[in-house]
């Protein structure tokens, strides 16, 4: 209901615009940018935009701009498509008023939208699908200008950024063919021979006339060949030696993807046992730093307590003096070796002992067995 009072009253109103204005800006513009200042053009007041409720009205409902009123400016709403909003018609423009209030001003405000060379162009025909290929035939009785076939190609942007150009980018035999400038028509430059291949292969490329120009690309499939066989036969190996190609670099990528994987592996594992064992001897040296000291005596010793070695195949007398005071002690010296005699227990005594002094000391026999 109040869309539709508001239409009436601006149909009403339609003589008395108070101003009008127009502003030209590219397509594809970003949010926030600045279309124009009204303020400035249509000499308002901006305390007047404040106070008048000013605001914009499209009468459709798509706002594509916004109105600041505290700068009194135009920006940028949402990005604004060219081609979504015009399509091919030219010029493309948005229509909008701004209405004051209390009392009541209408400003008309026309915005042109440049358009920009953001499309490609687009290949109709011929095209590949399903990985089928698709080839003309051109007979060896041809002439000279012998029309193979026509690139299509479509531009959806306007003006010059939609005038498209063709040229031939590389062919089998570059002498054999030649593309329109401005057509795309593909046609035979010189008389077709025996000699010529049965399988040629365009490549053209169509270019649009934007700044900076886009372009694309299409291969062209030709058999030079007057039977429908001869031509089955050689695009079908054609195809069958493209597949295995694709397949032949698919698992060469493969096997070098394994090996590069095995060898980080096995250099990571190496890596690791290293770490392993050297971490293993430092902890082995570490918990052996307080252990006391094993020594190592030959076989014909043995410890006495830390009294020093002595050889286990021989008896020795201890003495002490009658004197208990003092604490030191004295060792006999054994007498002769060669008289040695065993016991029944087994142990070995000296039958023979110097005696010097026996009437001071006290004679105690301590044998050491092994």
């Known amino acids: 209901m109040t869309w539709q009072v508001r239409l009436i009253i601006s149909v ?8 009008q204005v127009s502003y030209s800006v590219p397509e594809e513009m970003p949010k926030g940018s600045l279309v124009g200042n009204i303020v400035q053009d249509l000499g308002l007041d901006i305390k007047r935009l404040k106070s008048g409720n000013a605001h914009v009205y499209t009468g459709d409902g798509t706002e594509y701009i916004e109105l ?9 709403k949402e990005r604004i498509d060219r081609e979504a909003l015009c399509g091919k018609t030219s010029p493309c423009a948005l ?3 701004i209405i004051i209030e209390n009392p009541i001003e209408y400003y008309g405000i026309t915005i042109l939208i440049q358009d920009q060379n953001d499309n490609a162009p687009q290949i109709l025909y011929p095209v590949l699908s399903g990985g089928s290929v698709v080839a003309e035939i051109v007979p060896r009785s041809a002439d000279v200008g012998y029309l193979v076939t026509k690139v299509v190609a479509i531009d959806v942007d306007s003006g010059q950024n939609a005038w498209l150009s063709y040229k031939m980018l590389k062919s089998t035999d570059r002498a054999l063919f030649e593309v329109g400038l401005q057509n795309g028509e593909i046609r035979t430059s010189r008389q077709v021979t025996d000699k010529d291949a049965v399988k040629q292969r365009l ?21 030079v060949a007057d039977s429908f066989p001869e031509v089955l036969s050689e695009f079908t190996e054609f195809t069958q030696d493209k597949v295995y190609n694709d397949n032949l670099t698919f698992y060469l990528v493969l096997a070098l993807s394994v090996v590069s994987f095995l060898f980080i592996v096995s250099l990571i594992a190496i890596l690791s046992v290293k770490c392993y ?25 043995a410890d006495v307590d830390g009294t020093g070695t002595l050889q286990h195949v021989y008896n020795y007398d201890m003495c002490r003096t009658t004197d208990s005071r003092k604490s030191d002690m004295k060792y006999v010296r054994p007498c ?10 087994g142990t070995q005594t000296l039958p023979h002992v110097e ?16």
């Open 12 to 19: 009403i109103s339609l003589g008395s615009v108070s101003g």
């Open 68 to 76: 600041d009123k505290e700068r009194g400016v135009l920006l940028i």
């Open 95 to 97: 229509h909008f008023q």
């Open 203 to 223: 490549t053209v490329v169509v270019e649009d006339n934007g700044q900076p120009s886009r372009s694309a690309t299409v291969n062209v499939n030709v058999a």
């Open 277 to 301: 064992r050297w971490r293993r001897e430092q902890l082995f040296y570490k918990s052996n730093g307080n252990l006391p000291v094993i020594p190592y005596y030959p076989p014909l010793y």
């Open 336 to 345: 002769s070796q060669s008289i040695i005699s065993l016991d029944a227990c």
């Open 355 to 370: 005696q010097k002094g026996a009437n001071e000391v006290s004679e105690n026999q301590v044998s050491f067995l092994e």
